[in-house]
């Protein structure tokens, strides 16, 4: 079954770290670009950013609200991604999604089940 | 950045009717990068339309995508029951891969 599936969402004070993982299966992962979307409760969808393959160097974009705290990596003999956040804030809670597109011009297309990251004291 | 504005905020329909829903960018963005997401309470998004006006795969006849430029259109024919829910533009030409706000489309 072709899927992502994120995992590591948790209850984290303010200032504190988390690690999201993202597993893929049923699909060529190495191939694709990861993007990272968020979505705090009630409200609209917001691109964090995404890491892209290796042949295109593992690059990365950041949207500005987490540029500098959060990291993109990714593990392409385990099918895994990985969202390193740091110095985390309150309004970084969220359902964070894992999401895949294939290639420069296509899409989105397919997206994990989310994980909530709550940041409170 | 290309920031999207989506109009209206909510959509009050009947089923049966259409709908009309708006995402205007701030700068122009290629067609072939401008995509319409739904998304249902407690789901995740589901690709709809992607380069302003392909179906994607198994989405029904009755969605539609039109527009260019700035100005990009999604059109639902004959609302049935399970169409009504959020749905979002987004524009994935140049970072940062903006969202639309969305649109509610509910039930009259």
């Known amino acids: 079954e072709v899927q992502l599936v994120e995992s590591g969402g948790d209850l984290v004070q303010p200032g504190g770290s988390l690690k999201l993982s993202c597993a893929a299966s049923?699909?060529?992962?190495?191939?694709?670009?990861i993007h990272w979307v968020r979505q705090a409760s009630g409200k609209g969808l917001e691109w964090v950013g995404r890491?892209?393959?290796?042949?295109?160097?593992?690059?990365?974009a950041y949207a500005a609200s987490v540029k500098g705290r959060f990291t993109f990596s990714r593990d392409d003999s385990e099918n895994t991604t990985y969202l390193q956040m740091n110095s985390l804030k309150t309004e970084d809670t969220a359902v964070y999604y894992c999401?895949?597109?294939?290639?420069?011009?296509?899409?989105?297309?397919?997206w994990g089940q989310g994980t909530l990251v709550t940041v409170s004291s | 950045e290309t920031v999207l504005t989506q109009s209206p905020g909510t959509l009050s329909l009947s089923p049966g009717e259409r709908a009309t829903l708006s995402c205007r960018a701030s700068?122009?963005?290629?067609?072939?990068?401008l995509a319409w997401f739904q998304q249902k309470p407690g789901q995740a998004p589901r690709l709809l339309i992607y380069?302003?006006?392909s179906r994607a795969a198994g989405i029904p006849d009755r969605f539609s995508g039109s527009g260019s430029g700035t100005d990009f259109t999604l059109t639902i024919d004959r609302l049935e029951p399970e169409d009504f829910a959020v749905y979002y533009c987004?524009?994935?030409?140049?970072?940062?891969?903006?969202f639309g706000q969305g649109t509610k489309l509910e039930i009259k």
């Open positions: 999401t895949r597109r294939q290639a420069s011009f296509r899409p989105i297309d397919l």
């Open positions: 049923g699909f060529t992962f190495s191939g694709s670009t």
């Open positions: 890491i892209r393959s290796k042949i295109n160097s593992y690059a990365t």
């Open positions: 700068q122009s963005v290629s067609s072939t990068y």
């Open positions: 380069g302003a006006s």
């Open positions: 987004q524009q994935y030409e140049t970072s940062p891969e903006m």
